[in-house]
């Protein structure tokens, strides 16, 4: 029998008939479609089926037929045989169930028993949901000067050796426990350094006048770039304040620059910055390969964020470090360096250096990306063994997975990790496990992480992802389509059983014989013990502690945490369903049912108490 139906709402005649061919046919769907055309009026029936593997086959079909454009996520479910939280029962179960029982009109339920890619379990997700810190420039300049010209590890400078040592610096909130995904670079051919160190091309110190540099006034005649020393240092100045601030745009430009090719070309400016009350606009720097004698009419590029600019509330000067300009490698350039004041602030700008070199390129390697996991434990940073987070790299060792660096329902984890761990692991035996991180392309892409354990001189997965479970559908008042039931399951928490005992002390405190704070003898809830007690309701109110309780749940508790619930979700009926804790003498569990109604009020379904 394909499919176990149990009617159970009669509606006419029809549905004792429907009842005996369920019961009895060996081909009841076959029958009761007969029996349906016959009777010309939908059917109204309770459903309970777990999908085979053709009924994901039976969903692609269903919307290729009706959504097209959906295709893609069909396929998926037809290859796989489950579903995910993306890609999930909600929206294309109804897919199979309008296809298979488009007879059962409003008022039909169906519990579809079906396969989830869920949830990794805590011990796996923690890797995969590991924090990640991509190292920048500067932070590879930590691990030594060759290091940080490149931006990337080589042989000698093993990121295993030198990571530990400066992620204390670069991470600095790290707890126990903390795992961090590391980001970083890394080549197998060494940087190699030229022997012929670099050359000054251009350099300017201010060490008497301005008469080296071009200076200008657009705006402002009264104040303009001038030569100035304090104790041994010298720098050419500039301030828009005189007697106050005042409007100024004035402009120091450097002579014409010719820079060579197949160098390395940098820039270098000591420079300070006093009152500028975070106006930076007035500040710039900027570069033209076509100034010829007049600021207005070039064409000037700023290379203001490129530079290690001073605060702008010290008189220190702060040195740019390298600004790389092989960008114009060729070219002649002009530096300026363009002041703004205002009325209402007037900065401080002063000079002391400027400086161009250029020198060999150094001969780098081709970097890679990889990633390692760490891990923070009392202060210090360890490489969690036998993790592996799988690199771009890694995907184009394996093939087919390299041409978008994951995997997919067309190219399965299942099928290359165990390979990938070959190579990791030559001489391994059984045993040896290891994690891997990956990721997995699903109408979206996701981060996974699996364990492998050697088996019989094979590679198993240590957990399936792939579970059953059950969701509800019921058919819509609105389309007489189905679609997602919206059931709730709510457990109730300390804080519910505290608000039925506040409720009862009071509105019923003549009706209440506790003395205790922390519990109630009306509805017989307890605060102390997170519970109800069966033994403890007021028998004069209610006839049994069922309906005590449902009346504690339906006035206080879903009241207190649904206010706005409303009575169909999607032409659906709505019910929440909430779990407590009992006692009678020995622990227990029970849930019961209730429907939303217009108020919105709950009305307890007394057949659906349950005992868990």
Sequence with gaps: MKKNISIMKKIFSIFILLGFIILNACDPVGDIYDEIDDAEIPAVADVEYTLTSDDYATILDAIMATNPSDSINGQFIAANEFFTDEISIQDYVPYFLNEEYPWLG???????????????????????????????????????????????????????????????????????????????????????????????????????????????????????????????????????????????????????????????????????????????????ILISTDYAGDVTTANWTSIKADINMPTGDSWTFVESGDVSLNDYEGETINIAFKYLSSSTNAATWEISEIQVTEGEKIIEGEPYELNDIYEFSNGMWEKASNVHYLNPKDYNAMGAPGSYDNFSDSELPQDYIPKYLDNMYPTAGDGQSAIVIYKYYAGTTMTLADEYTLTAGEWVSSYSYVQQQTGQFAVSANTELWVFDPTETYTMTSEDYQAVVEYVKANFADKDESTYDDSEYYYGASYYYDNFDLRNFNSEEFDDWEEAVADAISTIVLPDNYPNATVLVNGVQMYYKVVFATYSGAAGTYSMKFKVEEGPTFTFVEESTTLL
Excluded: C, H
């Design 106 to 284: 409003p008022g039909s339920t169906a519990k579809i028993t079906y396969n989830y890619n869920g949830d990794m379990p805590a011990d796996l997700a923690m890797y995969a949901e590991a924090s990640k810190y991509e190292l920048d420039a500067a932070d590879y300049t930590m691990v030594g000067a060759l290091v940080g010209e490149v931006s990337y590890f080589f042989e000698g400078y093993s990121p295993d050796a030198f990571l530990p040592e400066i992620l204390p610096d670069l991470i600095t909130d790290a707890e126990n426990g903390d795992l961090y995904r590391i980001n970083y670079m890394y080549s197998d051919i060494v940087p190699v350094v030229p022997e012929t160190p670099p050359v000054e091309v251009y350099s300017e110190e201010f060490t008497a006048d301005l008469s080296a540099v071009d200076t200008f006034s657009i705006v402002g005649d009264d104040q303009k770039w001038e030569f100035d020393s304090y104790g041994s240092d010298t720098y050419a100045k500039m301030s828009g304040y005189s007697g106050g601030a005042q409007e100024n745009e004035d402009w120091l430009v450097t002579p014409d620059i010719t820079l060579g090719t197949g160098v390395n070309i940098f820039l270098n400016i000591t420079q300070a910055i006093n009152y500028l009350n975070d106006e930076t606009e007035q500040i710039d």
